[in-house]
């Protein structure tokens, strides 16, 4: 079974600019995350989709931040602009939500942003 | 809201050794996941091990266990005979449950800060 993919796996902008990062759940995923982890601390939750709909964006930085999920699979995280503290690493995770109570969480690689 | 707090920042063991990571937590309510996660260097986020509130008994896979005091509010990982392949940085994390998140947004997970794990040959 594929896991999940991200891409880019590392970017490099200056600040103000544009960027946005790809993620692709495991195939028959219902729920995708999206995860902001700063240098030595945990992961953060910014944004969580049952299908394509948003459950929960209370940590998203809507003046920058935006993402969506169309037709309910792939999903994508934009930032526009870029500052220096979005320096970090993304996490894209989703989970099955089958209904039964189990939904662990399966995580991506990450992209590593670095805004200079 | 919920707060999941690792107060070992960095902690070595050497080969064959055992090591207990420790981690506290804060919620008020009574349905929930507990999670241990490892994290290597490559990034990619690992599963270790799962503790659901309701059950008394400690989770055990393989040479991992847990200790779940559920009054104190602790959760310890411990590692037995480590092996190099467990350095890594591992994660705390809380899951509200299903009973007490009204239904759809009950995924989200609460990290702690992590601790670093080196292991010595």
């Known amino acids: 079974e594929a896991g999940v993919a991200q891409s880019p796996r590392y970017k490099i902008i200056e600040k103000r600019q544009s960027v946005a990062f790809w993620c692709n759940p495991i195939?028959?995923?219902?729920?995708l995350y999206w995860y902001q982890q700063i240098l030595g601390q945990g992961p953060k939750l910014l944004i969580q989709?049952?299908?394509?709909?948003?459950?929960?964006d209370s940590q998203l930085p809507k003046d920058r931040f935006s993402a969506e999920r169309l037709k309910g699979v792939d999903s994508t995280l934009k930032i526009q602009p870029a500052k220096l503290e979005d320096s970090a690493v993304y996490l894209c995770?989703?989970?099955?939500?089958?209904?039964?109570?189990?939904?662990?969480?399966?995580f991506g690689p990450g992209t590593r942003l670095t805004v200079l | 809201a919920q707060t999941v707090t690792q107060s070992q920042p960095e902690m070595s063991v050497q080969e064959a050794e055992t090591v207990t990571l420790s981690c506290t937590y804060d919620?008020?309510?009574?349905?929930?996941?507990l999670f241990w996660y490892k994290q290597p260097p490559s990034r990619q986020m690992i599963l270790v091990i799962r503790?659901?509130?309701?059950?008394?008994q400690n989770a055990t896979e393989n040479r991992f266990s847990v200790n779940f005091q559920k009054a104190a509010k602790s959760f310890s990982l411990k590692i037995s005979d480590s092996q190099l392949g467990d350095a890594a940085m591992y994660f705390c994390?809380?899951?509200?449950?299903?009973?007490?998140?009204?239904?759809?947004?009950?995924?989200?997970?609460?990290f702690g800060q992590g601790t670093i794990l080196t292991v010595h040959p």
């Open positions: 503790q659901e509130a309701y059950k008394q």
């Open positions: 989709f049952q299908n394509n709909g948003v459950v929960d």
């Open positions: 994390a809380y899951r509200r449950g299903y009973a007490n998140a009204g239904g759809t947004s009950y995924g989200k997970l609460t």
């Open positions: 919620t008020s309510e009574s349905d929930y996941y």
């Open positions: 195939s028959g995923h219902a729920t």
């Open positions: 995770a989703s989970s099955l939500d089958d209904g039964a109570g189990d939904n662990e969480q399966f």
